[in-house]
């Protein structure tokens, strides 16, 4: 089997799809809660602070001299970027959270016992008749 054939093999598996829409739908999601932080949760909470933009929070290590930028750390953007992460954290914690008791509830459910065949019906009346003579 050449290189070709077993690369096309391993990428048309199932769980190498999958894995694949998971990250494009991630990194989707991963903008989508970056804007809710940095455009929703961050602008009230500044003002919260006394109308401190978290982008901009940062303590200045050297300044600016000529043509050389200023050496900063910027810890608001930090600040942000933890934000991010719990509530990324969280809602996928939620969404596990959720299957995992969608599951249990499946596994928790008993299946109905198999309605005996045609062949049991009648052997059990046979059984019956008998017993009766």
Known sequence: MSIMQEF???AMRGNVIDMAVGIVIGGAF???VSSFVGDVIMP???MLMGRVDFKH???TLQPAEGETAAVTLNYGAFIQTT???VIVAFAIFMVVKAMNTLKKKEEAAPAAPAAPSKEEVLLTEIRDALRQK
């Open 8 to 10: 096309k093999a391993f």
């Open 83 to 85: 934000v991010d992460f």
């Open 44 to 46: 009230p909470l500044g």
């Open 30 to 32: 991963g903008k989508i």
């Open 57 to 59: 929070l940062a303590v």
